[in-house]
T-cell receptor
Framework: DTGVSQNPRHKITKRGQNVTFRCDPI?????LYWYRQTLGQGPEFLTY????????KSRLLSDRFSAERPKGSFSTLEIQRTEQGDSAMYLC????????????FGNGTRLTVT | AQKVTQAQTEISVVEKEDVTLDCVYE???????LFWYKQPPSGELVFLIR??????QNEISGRYSWNFQKSTSSFNFTITASQVVDSAVYFC?????????????FGQGTELSVKP
């Protein structure tokens, strides 16, 4: 169990640029989640995959955001035309299908939009 | 609507003191799950405990204990004999039964500072 891995750890970009983050879940976990955390707040749910199917998207996920999990393993989160308000920590988490299994989080990708 | 409130933004204690972190939740569901996570400075959220709404037994794990009271919609977390390594931000979270703990509603977090 190598844990949930996220890349990059930090990303600084200029307003208007596109960015893409990657998440590698724990290998046997079929459920993958993206959360966003701003300074001083708790994480907020963005979207959820079961295998390759995106089953739920939060209203927080505007049209500029898109997430994929093409082969049911790793996932990418892309933000197009970034805005300063997108600056946050983007957290990925995974869990297996067991009823009592908790979420395992990665270290996150910290995005700064200048 | 579901909501989790952690009224204590920051708590500072001296090592070996006991400390209780408060969590109050709101939900209309009769079946739900409650969680506590720890977020050390490294940023990774670490799972501490999960409780379902049917199980009101208090739980103790080493220096950690949890007090779940449905009557007051509270799920408080106590650290006994705190240590410097306990310094972190602690989050309480709520999940509907259908999500089984995947889609979580987090509180704002309580930043605990344990000084030597």
């Amino acid at each position: 169990d190598t844990g949930v891995s996220q890349n990059p750890r930090h990303k600084i970009t200029k307003r208007g640029q596109n960015v893409t983050f990657r998440c590698d879940p724990i290998s046997e976990h079929n459920r993958l989640y993206w959360y966003r955390q701003t300074l001083g707040q708790g994480p907020e749910f963005l979207t959820y995959f079961q295998n390759e199917a995106q089953l739920e998207k939060s209203r927080l996920l505007s049209d500029r955001f898109s997430a994929e999990r093409p082969k049911g393993s790793f996932s990418t989160l892309e933000i197009q035309r970034t805005e300063q308000g997108d600056s946050a920590m983007y957290l990925c988490a995974s869990r297996d299908g067991g009823r009592n299994s908790p979420l395992h989080f990665g270290n996150g990708t910290r995005l700064t939009v200048t | 609507a579901q909501k989790v409130t952690q009224a204590q933004t920051e708590i500072s204690v001296v090592e070996k003191e006991d400390v209780t972190l408060d969590c109050v939740y709101e939900t209309r569901d009769t079946t739900y799950y409650l969680f506590w996570y720890k977020q050390p400075p490294s940023g990774e959220l670490v799972f501490l405990i999960r409780r379902n709404s049917f199980d009101e037994q208090n739980e103790i794990s080493g220096r950690y204990s949890w007090n779940f009271q449905k009557s007051t919609s509270s799920f408080n977390f106590t650290i006994t004999a705190s240590q410097v390594v306990d310094s972190a931000v602690y989050f309480c979270a709520l999940s509907e039964a259908g999500n089984q703990g995947g889609k979580l509603i987090f509180g704002q977090g309580t930043e605990l500072s344990v000084k030597p």
